[in-house]
């Protein structure tokens, strides 16, 4: 089936440094998606990218994509205390696989 | 802003017990999810629902099924619920091909 798996399950970074995260999935999608979780919470939407764009910003927030690798990144620049969380990418089409998760640990 | 409630934030069941789980959304969204989430696990999808009384299997379905009578509920049975089904389960909906799915707080279901 597809999956998103993200890497590195961890991270721990200074506040104001960049975080990177990564994500690959197995098979052909419309579009990819990263999210948020906050300790014992519901996943939040952050950002959409569909299969036939490469780069999207929002705010902070910086992610690619790669189709012929099956992979996608995201950036959290000049990150925050408040960014600490579990981020996690959805791949699919009108249904979402999701993968294990990057837990990011920003310290101040 | 899009609301998905889920019915309890908390639950403990016994074995052998049968468990609903609900989850009601507000934004008239086409298609609805249930995942459970484990440490190391991720999120694993259950079922998907894409229309009223439509319902598609996801990863992991053993032990579960779903109703949907209503396009705004989503409903998890646990037939007979069992130790191992102790998880976070999350509900989530979306409108769509290439739109943007909502979240539940989730609901931590301990079966002792």
């Known amino acids: 089936s597809q999956q998103g798996e993200e890497d590195p399950q961890a991270l721990s970074i200074q506040e104001g440094e960049n975080a990177t995260m990564n994500c690959s999935y197995k098979?052909?999608?419309?579009?990819l998606q990263w999210y948020r979780q906050n300790s014992g919470r519901g996943l939040v939407h952050l950002i959409l990218?569909?299969?036939?764009?490469r780069e999207k910003h929002s705010g902070r927030l910086r992610v690619t994509l790669d189709t012929s690798k099956k992979s996608s990144s995201l950036l959290i620049t000049a990150s925050r205390a408040a960014d600490t969380a579990s981020y996690f990418c959805?791949?699919?089409?009108?249904?979402?696989?999701f993968g294990t998760g990057t837990r990011l640990k920003v310290l101040a | 802003d899009v609301k998905v409630t889920q019915s309890s934030r908390y639950l403990v069941k016994r074995t052998g017990e049968k468990v609903f789980l609900e989850c009601v959304q507000d934004?008239?969204?086409?298609?609805m999810f249930w995942y459970r989430q484990d440490p190391g696990l991720g999120l694993r999808l259950i079922y998907f629902?894409?229309?009223?009384?439509?319902?598609e299997k996801g990863d992991i379905p053993e032990g579960y099924s779903v109703s949907r009578e209503k396009k705004e509920r989503f409903s998890l049975i646990l037939e007979s619920a069992s130790t191992n089904q102790t998880s976070m389960y999350l509900c989530?909906?979306?409108?769509?091909?290439?739109?943007?799915?909502?979240f539940g707080q989730g609901t931590r279901l301990t079966v002792v």
């Open positions: 989530a909906s979306s409108d769509g091909l290439n739109t943007e799915a909502f």
């Open positions: 098979t052909s999608i419309n579009n």
């Open positions: 990218i569909r299969s036939n764009e």
């Open positions: 959805g791949a699919g089409t009108y249904k979402y696989i």
């Open positions: 934004m008239d969204h086409e298609n």
């Open positions: 629902s894409y229309d009223v009384k439509m319902k």
